[in-house]
């Protein structure tokens, strides 16, 4: 039992919680278990399961780490990112932290972070510190939840953290999980075609332009651009041209679409791993950053990437 409630096992697992007795009987032994041994933790939670820990933990909460849901998991490749950077700060200075994470999506987004998370198991093991996600059945479709056991090698229960059994490795995940895209509007917004690299920049011209008219504030609008400009570049590389870039708002995102016409297969877990040396190619994995959902396909001689951006930004 300690190696497992120390995290010397559970480098990913997952809690779900089906009520809220489930934290007190679960999670609240384990965090009592950190406090009283000087253990570094991270809570970015959900301001509900904050409260519930924090009743259960009393004084003890005061000497763990909280963090702001809303800034963590702003947007998908962020949060990914950003966990690994904290993780490898940490490793870098000698420090193991136990993170607990509640990411704040749904719907659409939260099925779009399941890779991410799948990946965790991959790459942050490296770290030497363990994360856990929390995740409520109430909130979410049952199907959402198998989908995020799969991601998860380990889970917690009342008998601690055991081995998941119905878990999945990442690229059987990502291969499991190929949908073709949705068709494009038969009306959108912009629609242009990118040659060859002299074009680019007035390729990222018209949709500053258009982003601008949206009133995106101006991060967003800066992610947006780089976004493309990887993309397009990619296109223009590795496929063949012309590219074609179309954009259009879908409910409260703006949508960015660029197909090539070499109709080569982007390989699903693209972008997902970052570079290993800064002279590595960025490509995808900085477009991943930029975009909240990135998603690929390859059908009908096209290679598409489309890209959803947040307007106007938000974690759910």
């Not at 917004?189 to 949709?207: K, N, P």
């Not at 409260?252 to 016409?261: E, K």
């Amino acid at each position: 039992m300690t190696a497992q409630l120390d995290g010397l096992r559970c480098h990913h697992s997952v809690l779900v919680i089906d009520a809220d007795d489930t934290l007190d009987k679960v999670l609240v032994p384990v965090l009592r278990r950190h406090a009283a041994g000087g253990e570094p933790v991270l809570l970015v939670v959900g301001a509900h399961t904050e409260r519930v820990l924090r009743q259960g933990l009393g004084d003890a909460a005061d000497r763990l780490e909280w963090g702001a849901q809303e800034q963590f998991y702003r947007q998908l490749g962020l949060a990914y990112s950003g966990f690994m950077r904290h993780l490898r700060e940490q490793s870098a200075h000698g420090r193991r932290v136990h993170v607990f994470g509640e990411p704040g999506y749904a719907g659409e987004r939260l099925t779009a972070y399941l890779p991410y998370e799948a990946f965790y198991n991959e790459i942050f093991p490296a770290f030497g510190s363990p994360l856990t996600c929390v995740y409520d059945q109430r909130t979410h479709p049952a199907g959402v939840i198998e989908e995020m056991r799969q991601v998860h090698s380990e889970e917690w229960t009342e008998r601690g953290c055991l081995p998941n059994a119905t878990y999945v490795p990442p690229g059987q995940f990502l291969n499991d999980r190929l949908r073709p895209l949705a068709p494009v509007p038969p009306h959108v917004e912009v629609d242009t075609v990118v040659c060859d690299l002299s074009e680019l920049t007035t390729c990222r011209t018209t949709l500053g332009r258009w982003a601008a008219a949206h009133h995106l504030p101006q991060a967003t609008l800066a992610q947006v651009l780089v976004a493309v400009n990887e993309v397009v570049t990619n296109g223009l590389g590795h496929g063949r041209t012309p590219v074609r870039v179309r954009a259009w708002r879908h409910e409260t995102n703006l949508v960015v679409q660029a197909d090539d016409h070499g109709g080569r297969r982007i390989p699903p877990d693209a972008g997902y791993r970052p570079p290993k040396q800064p002279r590595d190619p960025m490509g995808l994995w900085a477009a991943r950053q930029a975009a909240d959902i990135l998603a690929t396909d390859t059908s009908g001689g096209l290679t598409s990437v489309r890209m959803s951006f947040p307007h106007p930004p938000s974690v759910s």
